[in-house]
């Protein structure tokens, strides 16, 4: 099993940057694909970006392609979610999220991940 903690979301006006991170539990983060979601009120969880066990394979949602940045951090159980030029709808909830693949795929869908975070808000003013 794995435990997940995000950290790093707040009030940010629109067109700076965030920080996420999220903290793993556990021997074998390493095992572990990861991803990012958000939900904003009155939606459902969607999808923002996700990495693969080694790094090599990164994925991100159209959204947010070009303004968010997937990296980890295997030695320090670690995966950081580098936000910038934030705009007023990517306000929500961000969840962290972990599947154990030792596969190169990443998967974007919400059913394919065993393991979530508590989530962190994130709130992007105009």
């Known amino acids: 099993q794995v435990q997940l903690v995000e950290s790093g979301g707040g009030l940010v006006q629109a067109g700076g940057s965030l920080r996420l991170s999220c903290a793993a539990s556990g021997r074998s983060f390493s095992s572990y694909a990861m991803g990012w979601f958000r939900q904003a009120p009155g939606k459902e969880r969607e999808f923002v970006a996700a990495i693969s066990w080694s790094g090599a394979s990164r994925d991100y949602a159209d959204s947010v392609k070009g303004r968010f940045t997937i990296s980890r951090d295997n030695a320090k159980n670690t995966v950081v979610l580098q936000m910038n030029s934030l705009k007023t709808e990517d306000t929500a909830v961000y969840y962290c999220?972990?599947?154990?693949?030792?596969?190169?795929?990443?998967?974007?869908?919400?059913?394919?991940?065993?393991?979530w975070g508590q989530g962190t808000q994130v709130t992007v003013s105009s």
């Open positions: 999220a972990a599947v154990r693949s030792g596969s190169s795929i990443v998967e974007q869908a919400t059913n394919e991940y065993d393991y």
